[in-house]
């Protein structure tokens, strides 16, 4: 009676502070019965309709059919998730091909695994300004330097002879800048600029697609040594998110909304991503070179990375591309 007693107490300490009974029998694991191997992966705050494929992928249960499951982190921006993947806290990293080639440019090594997102550089600001044009003397906002977003307004300024004054801040408080007439437009990804649409009447897409074909905007990279010792791991990533993009494909977009929204922690964002997806591709696995040549090379001219690798783009970038 005793012992009894004592497992009852036990069990019932465990139900209300959490604590597992047999952790062994708790462990998550895949559809094959094998344990679950944990990856971290790194995003951007307020990026979840960026990485469609890869949050779809974990919704439908793709990683755990690989044997993986994906451990979140989130980072303010590109750059400050690379730092956080140089110093080893991170297995793998989505982020902007602009920080990333950065890094590469100052020594960092990893490869490239896959293209996850195109175009992902909205600009939105107050109503009146309906063109790229019309921020000339204006004030941006900017979410850093070293981010694919801010290549782009180097971009712009240089083909289209602008000149507008940068802020750099976080994704989230540009709206709040508007109002407060500190920035006249920002240029953000997504869903974060629909976001900001959504919660100020006064915010429109000014554009909701960057002045470049198809710009390469985010990819998914790994540890080199991850790609020598778990290969397996790194596989099952590619393939679970190429069943992602493939299920963006074949579904109604009101259907992946909803599994965005609830990656968002909010249902009610459902309106809010089906607007943000028309600022990005999430199924194209390949990154697009012309864009990616005009990116770095902006790039180079903006003395962001040594002249040296802008003269060839391809082959710089070939060395860490592993599809």
Same mark, same amino acid.
């Given at each position: 009676?005793?012992?009894?007693?004592?497992?009852?107490?036990?069990?019932?300490?465990?139900?209300?502070?959490?604590?597992?009974?047999?952790?062994?029998?708790?462990?998550?694991?895949?559809?094959?019965?094998?344990?679950?191997?944990?990856?971290?992966?790194?995003?951007?705050?307020?990026?979840?309709?960026?990485?469609?494929?890869?949050?779809?992928?974990?919704?439908?249960?793709?990683?755990?059919?690989?044997?993986?499951?994906?451990?979140?982190?989130?980072?303010?921006?590109?750059?400050?998730?690379?730092?956080?993947?140089?110093?080893?806290?991170?297995?793998?990293?989505?982020?902007?091909?602009?920080?990333?080639?950065?890094?590469?440019?100052?020594?960092?090594?990893?490869?490239?695994?896959?293209?996850?997102?195109?175009?992902?550089?909205?600009?939105?600001?107050?109503?009146?300004?309906?063109?790229?044009?019309?921020?000339?003397?204006?004030?941006?906002?900017?979410?850093?330097?070293?981010?694919?977003?801010?290549?782009?307004?180097?971009?712009?300024?240089?083909?289209?002879?602008?000149?507008?004054?940068?802020?750099?801040?976080?994704?989230?408080?540009?709206?709040?800048?508007?109002?407060?007439?500190?920035?006249?437009?920002?240029?953000?990804?997504?869903?974060? @600029?629909?976001?900001?649409? %959504?919660?100020?009447?006064?915010?429109?897409? !000014?554009? $909701? /697609? &960057? =002045?470049?074909?198809? #710009?390469?905007?985010?990819?998914?990279?790994?540890?080199?040594?991850?790609?020598?010792?778990?290969?397996?791991?790194? @596989?099952?990533?590619?393939? %679970?998110?190429?069943?992602?993009?493939?299920? !963006?494909? $074949? /579904? &109604? =977009?009101?259907?992946? #909304?909803?599994?965005?929204?609830?990656?968002?922690?909010?249902?009610?964002?459902?309106?809010?991503?089906?607007?943000?997806?028309?600022?990005?591709?999430?199924?194209?696995?390949?990154?697009?070179?012309?864009?990616?040549?005009?990116?770095?090379?902006?790039?180079?001219?903006?003395?962001?990375?040594?002249?040296?690798?802008?003269?060839?783009?391809?082959?710089?970038?070939?060395?860490?591309?592993?599809?």
């Amino acid at each position: 009676m005793n012992t009894l007693r004592r497992v009852f107490c036990f069990a019932l300490a465990a139900a209300v502070t959490g604590v597992a009974l047999a952790p062994a029998y708790g462990q998550e694991r895949s559809p094959g019965g094998k344990p679950l191997v944990e990856v971290s992966i790194g995003d951007q705050v307020g990026s979840e309709v960026d990485y469609a494929s890869v949050w779809v992928a974990e919704y439908e249960g793709y990683f755990a059919d690989e044997g993986i499951k994906l451990i979140r982190k989130t980072y303010g921006n590109g750059p400050e998730g690379m730092l956080h993947f140089a110093n080893g806290e991170v297995d793998t990293l989505m982020a902007g091909l602009a920080p990333i080639m950065l890094a590469a440019a100052r020594g960092q090594d990893f490869k490239i695994l896959m293209s996850l997102t195109k175009n992902n550089a909205p600009l939105v600001g107050r109503k009146e300004i309906t063109d790229w044009k019309q921020l000339e003397g204006k004030i941006v906002g900017s979410p850093g330097l070293g981010t694919v977003q801010d290549a782009i307004l180097n971009y712009v300024e240089a083909t289209q002879g602008l000149k507008f004054k940068r802020v750099f801040a976080n994704v989230s408080d540009f709206a709040v800048m508007v109002d407060k007439g500190e920035i006249d437009a920002f240029i953000s990804w997504e869903p974060a @600029a629909a976001t900001a649409i %959504a919660k100020n009447s006064k915010l429109h897409y !000014i554009a $909701k /697609n &960057p =002045p470049i074909l198809n #710009a390469q905007s985010l990819i998914l990279i790994v540890n080199p040594n991850m790609v020598k010792n778990k290969p397996q791991i790194v @596989a099952g990533l590619v393939n %679970a998110t190429l069943r992602g993009m493939q299920f !963006i494909k $074949k /579904n &109604p =977009p009101e259907k992946v #909304a909803e599994i965005i929204a609830k990656k968002m922690n909010d249902s009610s964002a459902k309106p809010i991503v089906l607007n943000a997806m028309g600022s990005v591709i999430v199924t194209e696995p390949r990154l697009d070179m012309s864009s990616t040549q005009i990116i770095l090379k902006t790039m180079s001219d903006a003395g962001k990375i040594p002249a040296s690798f802008g003269k060839d783009v391809p082959g710089w970038i070939a060395k860490y591309i592993d599809y």
